[in-house]
């Protein structure tokens, strides 16, 4: 855990338990859920929404 603290650009939440995406960070928690969600689950669609806005910001600022 030597990890610094980063906000989840999907959930909002603080945490040290973290993967770098593209230009932004997202918690192990929401990595899990992106992985395991099946693809008609509802939630699927918002984290589907979110990555896809991280991919928008991140081609823009290139
Ligand atoms: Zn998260």
Redesign the pocket.
């Known amino acids: 855990m030597s990890h610094e603290t980063i906000t989840?650009y999907?959930?909002k939440?603080d945490?040290s338990e973290y993967i770098q995406l593209l230009d932004g960070y997202?918690?192990k928690?929401?990595e899990m859920n992106i992985s395991t969600l099946d693809h008609d689950d509802i939630k699927y669609e918002y984290y589907n929404y979110m990555l896809k806005k991280m991919w928008h910001k991140f081609l823009i600022s290139l």
Do not use: D, L, Y
């Open positions: 989840c999907i959930c939440k945490t997202i918690c928690e929401c």
